[in-house]
């Protein structure tokens, strides 16, 4: 295997989605923890309209890059915008245009699912009946609606997803990023999230998603990024990776091979 | 699963109705505030009617309690003349001085968890929210649980000194915006100092945190030193009064907060003093809101930055596994079993290696050192049976409520916090009633050791008789044992298993009741044994000749014999002995009894 420049790997194209809009950009970014380089010159490009699978072994820098783009911590170089708007310079904004599915969301115990969406929408600044609206109509894609008026310290991991899901949509961000989302999920659940994720991609919104789950990525990503040790190593769609995959190697396999240690 | 509508621009409101950005978050996080708390409070009373009348009571018994020992000191001062300007200026600025110092940590300490390290500000931080916005929203919820036991101690006492001295209506009037525009003051500062510790010091924040607690000491002991080097000439306890009064008006400096809270309510108390208490709370409210203001601003412009270097800060400290610690358990803790023993040095590691968690004991516990310290030099003390005999109990009571403040505050929210990770202890092979008895003598360990050197240091330097410093020993270790149980018990019957807050735990219902419950037990304790000391004590005073007995108007029918004295102090020893044997054992009962039938 040899090495790869990740400055090439943001535009490694061709690909379906290379004429669309670009939503998110990291331009060189890097990030340090102490002394460990956790993200290391990360350029990477985000589309409307795509679902984009990030993998990575533990400790990677997959969640670091996550809160990068989201604004949580701040690159120590280059340059991250979120739908045009610099995350650095005019964070308000493009906070407006993302939303983030943590692997562990925080929920307020004491609220209930409609209190916890009227919250969003307050937050986000949008108001009046077209918006109550869609609030309703998430309650029923996610089949909230049984339990929304009771307390939040009352659900299941499952519907707490469902929630935190229907308030990441709720102010139709332009990215949809996803931290390990299946994790504890029931298989009804995950269907439903692999549902969510398909829609809201061809709506014209980006899912960017991080996971282990190689199944759930070869089944719902339209491009693959591998990430070891804070640096980009492979991007593209599943097809151009699977040029690289000779002698019928499954994604495990090659996902394997590329993030071993000792390879480059 | 239904499709869900195309992404589309929202409808956008009419420009004259639509509000700022700013107002719409607050109006968001105000929803969520008015929310919480009505659920909270929706909760807990649906849950169980009668704990939330419970709680009610107790806190007016409580605040009643207070107020009568309040009412009763200052109209013992008025009855003596003592309740004089200056003095009771210096009095009060030293209660409220105190108080800026404990606000200043326990409002930097809770900011700290809330804005640093809480899911809830990652969540916050997500939304487009302006940074001071959920700053001011923190910051509400941390005023609130750092202040809410400074009104409960501070109401009862103007009250009472209201009442006491005849002050006029307006007095209690403005007793309310006294105290919020005061607790404000700390409340900015603190939080000003924790985000500038964050944004350029993350790594060293505990480091800074210990060297302040140490400057405070250090100040205190400067004080104290000063004042007993001065005091070496002052023979009378009048002299000594007024260099002592000399010394400690650094707590009344002009600039300081508590000088002015303390001269406005003490202006208020007077006829004609309305105009006077109103400039200075016109003085404090202005510095507090400019204050606030202020932190306010730097929160807007550093907080996300402080935020992100606190969390790229490297975490991973390496620790050296000491040795000696479970050597030194395994002989100190003789009879409990291996795994108690284990758990008891894994508590001891999680407390050492948490110094916001010990460098509160380090602080209140060293204050009173130093105060206890300084006893000797009272001359009229070392020489009148009956002062030694009042400040020794008195010394215990001090003792024993900060040791109430510790339990309620480390050793209540343990189960709590076990009860998160319970997955560990539920699966290891030891009993339930093992890791509350281990958590138990977790807490006897410690507390034996703070209390017990602050009660030797105190009687030795009162220069007690025997007799009267192994009874205080006595009280003390059945305060401790006592003390422990209730909150090691209470603590596995109403633990908050959803919070990870020790200090939010530690606040709330069960919190209060193990609280309340421990201050009536010390309270019946002191005075049980404190009664047949004091009695005799009068005897003593009188047989000696002092004028002292003249003075506080001790008649020789006042006191008691020593055979009488004999009989009551084993009556009261047996009595303490018992209720110290119920506290220790009935919550302990319940509580295993509760921690065994819950399903984690």
Known sequence: MTAVDPTSLANSSPHPVALREKVVQLEGVSKVFGSKLAVDDMNLDIYAGEVFAFLGPNGAGKTTTIKLMTGLLKPMKGKITVAGYDMSSNSVEARRNISFVPDQPHLYEKLTARDFLDFTRNIYGIDGPESRRYQEELIDTFGIRGFCDDLIETYSHGMRQRVVFASALLHRPKVLVLDEPMVGLDPKNMRIVKDLMRETAARGSAVFMSTHTLSIAEEVADRVGIIRQGRLIRCGTLAELQTERTGGKTLEDFFLEVTDEGTT | ?????????????????????????????????????????????????????????????????????????????????????????????????????????????????????????????????????????????????????????????????????????????????????????????????????????????????????????????????????????????????????????????????????????????YEHGLSDSLFYLMVLLSNALAAYLFTAWVYRNLYR????????????????????????????????????????????????????????????????????????????????????????????????????????????????????????????????????????????????????????????????????????????????????????????????????????????????LNLITSLLFIMFVIATMALPCHLYSMTLEIETGLNTARDLNIKETSGISFEQFRFWLSVSMACSVAVGLIATFWPMKIGVRAFEEREF
């Not at chain 2, 975490?315 to 079993?337: M, Y």
């Open chain 2, 1 to 269: 699963m239904t499709t869900i509508s195309e992404i589309r621009p929202l409808p956008q409101m009419r420009e004259e109705t639509k509000p700022t950005h700013a107002e719409q978050c607050w109006n968001g996080l105000r929803l969520l505030r008015i929310r919480t708390l009505l659920h909270t409070i929706q909760s807990k009373f649906a849950g169980s009617q009668l704990r939330f009348m419970i709680a009610i009571v107790c806190s007016i018994f409580f605040w009643g309690g207070l107020f009568i020992v309040f009412y009763d000191g200052f109209s013992f001062l008025e009855q003596h003349r003592l309740i004089t300007g200056p003095l009771i200026e210096l009095l009060f600025g030293m209660f409220f001085a105190s108080l800026l110092v404990m606000l200043v940590f326990s409002t930097s300490i809770i900011l700290y968890g809330g804005l640093f390290r809480s899911d809830e500000a990652e969540f916050l931080l997500l939304r487009p929210i302006p940074a001071d916005g959920i700053f001011a929203f923190k910051f509400q919820e941390a005023m609130a649980f750092s202040s809410w036991g400074f009104l409960l101690l501070g109401s009862p006492m103007m009250v009472a000194y209201g009442i006491s001295t005849g002050a006029p209506w307006w007095f209690y009037v403005l007793g309310l915006p006294y105290f919020l525009s005061f607790a404000l003051l700390p409340g900015a500062i603190g939080a000003l100092g924790t985000l500038l510790l964050a944004r350029y010091a993350p790594q060293s924040r505990k480091r800074i945190m210990i060297l302040s607690a140490v400057i405070i000491v250090t100040i205190a002991a400067s004080i104290l030193v000063r004042t007993y080097l001065l005091s070496r000439e002052s023979v009378t306890a009048e002299r000594w009064v007024d260099t002592v009064v000399g010394q400690l008006r650094i707590s009344n400096l002009p600039f300081l907060p508590s000088q002015w809270i303390s001269r406005g309510l003490l202006a208020a108390s």
């Open chain 2, 305 to 512: 930055a402080a935020f992100d270097h606190v969390r790229s800060t490297a975490s991973a400290r390496r620790r050296k596994s000491t040795t000696w610690l479970p050597w030194i358990v395994d002989r100190l803790f003789i009879g409990f079993s291996g795994p108690v023993k284990v758990l008891l040095v894994k508590d001891v590691r999680v407390f050492s290696r948490d110094p916001l968690q010990w460098l509160q004991v380090v602080i209140f516990t060293g204050l009173l050192a130093i105060y206890f310290s300084n006893l000797q030099r009272v001359t009229l003390f070392s020489t009148s049976p009956y002062w030694r005999n009042l400040l020794g109990f008195f010394n215990v009571a001090v003792t024993g409520l900060l040791l109430s403040a510790y339990t309620s505050r480390f050793i209540f929210p343990l189960m709590s916090l076990e009860g998160q990770k319970f997955w560990i202890l539920g699966l290891a092979p030891i009993s339930r009633s093992a890791i509350l008895w281990g958590k138990f003598a977790f807490s006897v360990g410690g507390a034996l050791v703070v209390t017990i050197i602050l009660t030797v240091v105190s009687a030795y330097m009162l220069q007690l008789e025997p007799l009267l410093v192994s009874l205080q020993i006595l009280a003390m270790i059945i305060i401790c044992f006592g003390v422990s149980g209730i909150a090691v018990g209470f603590g596995a019957r109403f633990p908050e298993l959803g919070e990870t807050d020790p200090s939010k735990i530690a606040s709330g219902f069960g919190g209060t």
